[in-house]
């Protein structure tokens, strides 16, 4: 199947609006990268300053180790829907996990339950950006 023909203008339009949205997911796990030290006292128990660090930086890792299987069924879901519908999912899904890590009560509230829930939607993240980014890719190939 040959891609469309379009027009220059029609063309930056795909990639502007791919490379935003990547901007977008990579951006929402900047900022966890370099909010570890804050988070790690809000989400873990202050006893051990050295664990809790270590902990904070395990599960922004979750959100590398599962982006090939983000990949995997965000790659999927667009072969069947399209990709910018899938786009649109992960995007979605990335934003909504990143402002749910905001609201998390923290580890004073509601204890060791705060490291889960920040887990999960790290794991979100990380389905999200894998499913993002090669889709944003398949879908600029497929347009040019």
Known sequence: MTAPSLSTKELRRVVIAAAVGNVIEWYDFYIFGSLAAILSVQFFSKTDPVAAFLSTVAIFSVGFLIR??????FGRIGDLVGRKYTFLITLSGMGLS???IGVVPSYASIG???AFILFFLRLIQGLCLGGEYGGAITYVAEHV
Request: net charge neutral; proline share 8%.
């Open 68 to 73: 090939p299987l983000g990949a995997f069924v």
């Open 98 to 100: 990143t402002a749910l």
């Open 112 to 114: 060791v339950a705060a």
